[in-house]
């Protein structure tokens, strides 16, 4: 069984910073794909980020240039860096991984963006 812990939301002023963390534990031989997904309230849950195993990452056109995502393997952790939060990064945030084969998503994380 694996699981996906995440961490590193919370309540932050427009123009602010935050890193959200999501660690993968259990029985772990590969990890390839690495997304970091958000759903607001009343919208539909969309990619913002992904990081494949070769390392080439791919965002969403809203969040270009703000957020940055990386991983290290080593620890089987994927980070989402945030600068320059706007009101409209309000959202849950969701790590999802595909660990050997099988897709697996974290508990989600609440990042709210207000003054």
């Known amino acids: 069984q694996v699981q996906l812990v995440e961490s590193g939301g919370g309540l932050v002023q427009p123009g602010g910073s935050l890193r959200l963390s999501c660690t993968a534990s259990?029985?772990?031989?590969?990890?390839?794909?690495m997304d970091w997904y958000r759903q607001a309230p009343g919208a539909q849950r969309e990619l913002v980020a992904a990081?494949?195993?070769?390392?080439?990452?791919s965002y969403v056109d809203s969040v270009k240039g703000r957020f940055t995502i990386s991983r290290d393997n080593a620890k089987n952790t994927m980070y989402l860096q945030m600068n320059s939060l706007k009101r409209e990064d309000t959202a849950v945030y969701y790590c999802?991984?595909?660990?050997?084969?099988?897709?697996?998503w974290g508990q989600g994380t609440q990042v709210t963006v207000s003054s």
């Open positions: 999802y991984m595909v660990v050997s084969g099988r897709a697996y």
């Open positions: 259990g029985n772990i031989f590969s990890i390839y794909t």
């Open positions: 990081i494949a195993g070769s390392g080439r990452t």
